[in-house]
């Protein structure tokens, strides 16, 4: 996408970044209310977040893989079952936290378990797949 003046160019990998780096501050930002003990504002920020993932997963399995698979390398179908095994796990970690109470010792173990599988994620892209 270019503006009228052609100073800027976003490109779908620069989306995609963005948005790891947002899922990154709001992991922070959730874990900041952690010693709070208030499950409204942990609702508040953990929903929005659980929300933002599935939208994110989806999106990367509908446009984004299918052009690597399609203009990628070798490698390119074995980073898309590994993504998609990834968007899997990010989402039955959150479906395990939405059955829990929120702030519990179990819910904060799905939560923990949905940001690793989300950060280990985010590092195979950015290290293997967007470059």
């Known amino acids: 996408m270019t503006d009228n003046n052609n100073s800027a160019k976003i490109g779908i990998t620069d989306l995609i970044l963005d948005e790891h780096r947002d899922f990154r501050r709001r992991f ?23 929300d933002l993932l599935e939208v ?3 999106a990367e399995e509908e446009i984004f893989y299918p052009v690597l698979l399609k203009r990628g390398s070798d490698e390119a179908s074995e980073e898309t079952n590994d993504a998609i095994g990834d968007h899997n ?19 904060w173990q799905a939560v923990l378990e949905c940001r ?13 797949v967007i470059p």
């Not at 900041?32 to 929903?47: E, V």
């Not at 690793?116 to 293997?128: F, I, P, Q, V």
Request: avoid cysteine; charge should be negative.
């Open 56 to 58: 994110h997963a989806s």
């Open 116 to 128: 690793k599988a989300n950060d280990e994620h985010l590092a195979e892209e950015e290290r293997d």
């Open 28 to 50: 922070v930002d959730l874990w900041d209310l952690r010693q709070s003990g208030d499950t409204g504002a942990l609702s508040a920020a953990w929903q929005p977040l659980a």
């Open 89 to 107: 796990q990010i989402r039955d970690a959150i479906r395990a936290a939405s059955g829990l109470e929120t702030g519990s010792d179990t819910w």
